[in-house]
């Protein structure tokens, strides 16, 4: 799956993720971990609700004029939360984005904005290629994003995208990488 591997804070997530919606002109869906219902609520910006939700549980499912298809859930058959329903990020298709943490120990731990390598087609169950349109949207959705990110390369690893107020933080001393 491409991906897009990066570190920010909070509030350059958030940031992030307005610019991402407002530019391209996206629905956002804030994922929850358990559902009772299947069913999440979409919104077209960033507003109180959408902070409350991702705090909660930082993965946003993007969509926009590439989704095709409506959210699908499953529900869980066993497990403690049997019962429960949960969204697939294979249908749609919509690309989904992890939003990167701090952990308590002000460890950086990274985010993700993805795109499946096939999504579902619901109508004929089969799985197929992201449309051009899909690419083309996630790459200028990535161009967006690195206007908030810089390039930074550990003493000891691969070059990694971190937000700019994370990497001045990580100069002080106040966070690290890794959780």
């Known amino acids: 799956m491409p991906e897009l591997q990066h570190y920010a804070l909070w509030d350059e997530s958030l940031e992030m993720v307005r610019d991402v919606v407002e530019t391209h002109r996206l629905l956002l869906i804030p994922e929850e971990s358990v559902l009772s219902q299947p069913r999440l609520p979409t919104f077209d910006r960033m507003s109180p609700e959408v902070i409350e939700r991702l705090a909660k549980f930082q993965v946003v499912q993007l969509e926009g004029p590439f989704t095709k298809y409506p959210l699908e859930f499953t529900k869980r058959a066993t497990g403690k939360e049997a019962g429960t329903y949960h969204a697939s990020p294979f249908v749609g298709p919509r690309l989904r984005w992890i939003l990167p943490a701090v952990t308590k120990d002000s460890g950086l731990v990274s985010g993700t904005l993805g795109m499946a390598k096939t999504y579902k087609n619901p109508t004929t169950n089969e799985h197929e290629p992201p449309s051009d349109e899909v690419k083309r949207a996630y790459e200028n959705i990535i ?11 550990p003493a000891k690893g691969e070059t990694v995208w971190i937000g700019k107020h994370a990497k001045r933080q990580l100069d002080e001393g106040t966070v690290r990488l890794g959780a």
């Open 143 to 153: 161009a967006t994003m690195k206007g908030h990110l810089v390039k930074y390369t």
